[in-house]
């Protein structure tokens, strides 16, 4: 069975950091690709971020284009997501996506398996 567990999630002040990592467990990752997204209340679900097999194709939601950096270690099946200079627009649920395809893709219909979420709450 499929795992993916989210932690680093939490409460922090407009313009701090917070740091978001997800381990996969339970089958082999290898050359897949692996994401997140993100829902605020009464909002869809939104494409953040997602990172290829290599680590060499990575993709941003653009308002946090500069300020997000995804990150993966495939020994350890574990994604990032290093958040800095957090805006109060960036709370929301925040979602651990693996996509079993070789390129990335930002729709998240197409996402495999989904993580059981961390919130992130940015005071202003």
């Known amino acids: 069975q499929v795992q993916l567990v989210e932690s680093g999630g939490g409460l922090v002040q407009a313009g701090g950091s917070l740091r978001l990592s997800c381990a996969a467990s339970?089958?082999?990752?290898?050359?897949?690709?692996m994401g997140w997204f993100r829902q605020a209340p009464g909002k869809e679900r939104e494409f953040v971020a997602a990172i290829s097999w290599s680590g060499g194709d990575r993709h941003y939601l653009a308002s946090v284009k500069g300020r997000f950096t995804i990150s993966r270690d495939n020994a350890k099946n574990t994604v990032y997501l290093q958040m800095n200079s957090l805006k109060p627009e960036d709370t929301a649920v925040y979602y651990c996506?693996?996509?079993?395809?070789?390129?990335?893709?930002?729709?998240?219909?197409?996402?495999?398996?989904w993580g059981q979420g961390t919130q992130v709450t940015v005071s202003s």
């Open positions: 339970g089958r082999t990752f290898s050359g897949y690709t």
């Open positions: 996506a693996v996509d079993l395809s070789l390129i990335v893709r930002t729709d998240p219909r197409v996402v495999d398996y």
